[in-house]
């Protein structure tokens, strides 16, 4: 295609209603670039920009987010922002009825029995401000269970944990925290059977190497528990390091050996750039 069809094309396009954005993408070019090449045209660029303007502020009031739309047109979110207000539009009142709109799902969802838990995840929130939503809301954050419905959850709850499910993930489902959930098992005789064997567990990944932070966020614990529940058991830090560190330090040694960047090294092993340079420096290894 030469330049005078596809300035040609560009106008045309433009004419049509067409963004300068949309159509500077389909060619390869600048939004200023198209701008150009419409002025030279004869095209007004007062008019471009009026219609412009009348389709942000038409996105804007059908509830499109600002940032989006900013992206979109290619401007910044504070030039949407001039827009609108230019037009009459109050985005403090537009985003104050989102808000009231989704705190009224919220509570319709936790009046029709689904744990604040559930809600806040999928809303991003925490289960405090699903609570308070809920009270200003005048809705109930959570039903008050009879004897017989509480003694059946706890049940469920137990049963679950000890199929070996974790107790955070079982805890969010019915909207308690983990520790709530230990609790739970722990009334019921089944505490000691099933974190001591979760405790095993945690004992045989240390010792085949894996690292506490990944255990813990695989079983629900933080890094500073799995830590704690090693040094009981006799598992410190230094005598783990002991054992596994010297292995480690030859892998690193022999894959850098066999031509592997440091920086992947160092990635696969979880370990700085100047970790893996001064194992390799004391190692006396070239490397790169």
């Known amino acids: 295609m030469t330049r005078e069809n596809r300035n040609r094309q560009i106008i045309e396009r ?18 200023a670039q198209v701008w150009q090449i419409c002025r030279k045209a004869g095209l007004s660029g007062k008019q471009m920009k009026t ?4 389709e942000i502020v038409r996105r804007v009031q059908a509830r ?3 940032k989006a739309v900013a992206k979109e047109f290619g401007l910044s979110l504070n030039t949407v922002h001039q827009i609108c207000r230019q037009a009459g539009l109050d985005l403090k009142d537009l985003w104050q009825c989102k808000i009231r709109k989704r705190n009224r799902k919220i ?4 009046a029709n029995g689904e744990t604040r838990a559930a809600v806040a995840i999928e809303f ?42 974790n107790q955070t993930a079982v805890g969010k489902e019915f909207g308690l925290t983990g520790a709530q ?9 089944v505490y000691v059977q099933d974190f001591q064997e979760r405790n095993r567990q945690i004992f045989r990944r240390v010792q085949k190497g894996e690292t506490r932070k990944d255990i813990a966020l695989d079983l629900g614990l933080s890094a500073d528990r799995v830590r704690q529940i090693c040094r009981q058991a006799g598992l410190g830090r230094k005598q783990f390091d002991n054992q596994k560190r ?12 066999s031509g592997e960047t440091l920086k992947n090294v160092a990635a696969d092993f979880g370990l700085t750039l100047g970790t893996v ?12």
């Not at 219609?51 to 009348?54: T, V």
């Not at 010297?246 to 050996?257: H, L, Y």
Request: aromatic share 2%.
């Open 64 to 66: 499109q987010p600002p």
């Open 14 to 31: 433009i004419q049509a209603g067409e963004l300068p954005k949309d159509v500077a993408d389909d060619m390869g070019l600048s939004t």
């Open 181 to 189: 959930v230990g609790s739970i098992c722990k009334q019921a005789d």
């Open 277 to 288: 340079r001064k194992i390799c420096n004391e190692a006396a290894t070239p490397h790169g």
């Open 124 to 165: 991003g929130l925490s289960a405090n401000m699903v609570q308070s939503i809920c009270r200003n809301e005048g809705v109930a954050a959570w039903k008050r269970l009879t004897k017989q419905e509480y003694q059946k959850r706890n049940q469920k709850i137990i049963q679950r944990v000890q199929a070996g499910e």
């Open 246 to 257: 010297a292995e480690r330090n030859q892998q690193i040694i022999e894959r850098v050996q």
């Open 51 to 54: 219609e412009r303007n009348r």
């Open 107 to 110: 509570a319709e969802r936790v």
